[in-house]
């Protein structure tokens, strides 16, 4: 069984879904409320599960409600949650989600997920190195993700770097990862580039292998030489919270199969991902997603 260490943040979703988005000084009514499990770490690792990996998750919460309902969510999944830490002087993190004609606007609040640490991961270690992938995010300590970088480096277990938040890193640590899986602007952003318009362009200036997502266009991908291109898969969307992180997971589950046909059922896990309300309410089994596949054929 493959086995994914993910780490990265946990947050309660605060999702309000509408008709539209609110302007600036404008309210409106919304059509419904609801709290659910997040954060991109916790998502990934929800994912990955459900995909059939053995997955453990470094990360924080708080000892507060939103924090105990969050790893009862996530003990619920198998999710091993002995590197994961409760801090009772903070908050849990949390993620003000709306959801508005299949899209969504986010503020992330990171409270616990901010005390995530390199000793925490330094920690991991014996679990990190029997790990067949590991995934970081940027939504915990930026010196937090380079340390996991490090780490999966010096123990050469392939680290996938999902740029989310974006920001500009520096090269040293992008040469770290086995892969980067950005959108257009986060890629942009990463490299410091004034433009998104050219992305592949952008794609072979990185320094490493990229996998880029583009909604339901699917994605690119590019070690070496040209990118290559895999097709979307076509659904009807109802959120697409959580379709990033669903890729991200299944591309790390899959990796051993080779990267066309990671990055190919990582589409077919996206596409189905954007299904259902709730950034982790959408994310497929695999029999979902091999039914998907089996279908496209």
Known sequence: MTRIVVVGSINMDLVTQAARFVGPGETILGERFLTVPGGKGANQAVAAARLGATVALVGATGDDAFGRQL????????????????????????????VAEGENQIIVVPAANARVTPTQVERAQDLIARADAVLVQMEIPLETVEATLRLGHRLEVPVILNPAPAQKLPTNWLKLARYVTPNQHELAILLGADSTEDFRALMRQAPCPVVLTRGAEGAWYREQ??????????????????????????????????????????CAAAALSVGKLGAQGGMPQLHEVEDLLARSN
Do not use: M, W, Y
């Open 225 to 266: 030489g040209e990118p290559s291109h895999q097709s979307g898969f076509q659904v009807d969307v109802v959120d697409s919270t959580g379709a990033g992180d669903t890729f991200n997971a299944a591309l790390a589950v899959f990796l051993r199969e080779g990267l066309a046909a990671a990055v190919r059922k990582a």
């Open 71 to 98: 790893r009862q969510g996530l003990a619920a999944e198998n999710i091993d949650l002995s590197h994961t830490i409760e801090l009772g002087d903070c908050a849990s993190g949390t993620a003000s989600i709306t």
